[in-house]
């Protein structure tokens, strides 16, 4: 199971601020990677990042330069910094399991969601 | 980026029926497509991935196939919980992408 938590109100400019919690499983695990995913109300699913419990990440180029992840394996717990918001980052934010186990990569479990709106 | 289209948009259909829903990709990606179901307020929920494999606990009326640049969902015998959006997804290059939703709802 996964578990986002975090604001749910961000001002314009400020930093958006979500972490995941992992249970039923370790966050250690070889076997996956770690992901977040946004969905603007009413629109499609877009990969923001994913990382593994190392702190190895890769990104979105769209998102990059604003983006930073981490992660704390003794609390089962990655987290998803986003900074300089707008009111396009105003989304639901889903955090997942990303198996690595071969190929190909997917997202198997995904946590229940947050919306997160950028409003002042 | 590699982009996905799917095609259609939205279609609608009744219980019983037989749906087919393609995605196609920008450039190659082998097999390295996944397919999943999205209910409206809910989670979305892997249905097919690697092109063609099915995810445990997923009725086997869902099928995917296709390889390299174009693929396709069908869903055998539509039944009411299978009125829903659904989304494809690459992950055969870096940055993941998905496509923009096939919505399947009552006719």
């Known amino acids: 199971h996964l578990r986002e938590s975090g604001p749910r109100l961000v001002r314009p400019s400020e930093t958006l601020s979500l972490t995941c919690t992992v249970s039923?499983?370790?966050?250690?695990?070889?076997?996956?990677?770690w992901g977040w995913i946004r969905q603007p109300p009413g629109r499609g699913l877009e990969w923001i990042g994913s990382l593994y419990y190392t702190g190895s990440a890769y990104y979105n180029p769209s998102l990059k330069s604003r983006i930073t992840l981490s992660v704390d394996t003794s609390k089962n717990q990655f987290s998803l910094n986003l900074n300089s918001v707008t009111a396009a980052d105003t989304a639901v934010y889903f955090c997942a399991s990303e198996l690595h186990f071969g190929a190909p990569y997917y997202f198997d479990y995904w946590g229940q969601g947050i919306l997160v709106t950028v409003s002042s | 980026d590699i982009q996905l289209t799917q095609s259609p948009s939205s279609l609608s259909a009744s219980v019983g029926d037989t749906v087919t829903i393609t995605c196609r990709a920008s450039?190659?990606?082998?097999?390295?497509l996944n397919w999943y179901q999205q209910k409206p307020g809910k989670v979305p929920n892997l249905v097919i991935y690697?092109?063609?494999s099915l995810q445990s606990g997923v009725p086997s009326r869902f099928s995917g196939s296709g390889s390299a640049t174009d693929f396709t969902l069908t869903i055998n015998s539509l039944q009411p919980e299978d009125f829903a959006t659904y989304y494809c997804?690459?992950?055969?290059?870096?940055?993941?992408?998905f496509g923009q939703g096939t919505m399947v709802d009552f006719k």
């Open positions: 039923g499983g370790s966050i250690s695990s070889s076997s996956y990677y």
């Open positions: 690697g092109a063609s």
């Open positions: 997804q690459q992950s055969y290059s870096m940055p993941w992408t």
């Open positions: 450039q190659y990606i082998s097999t390295h």
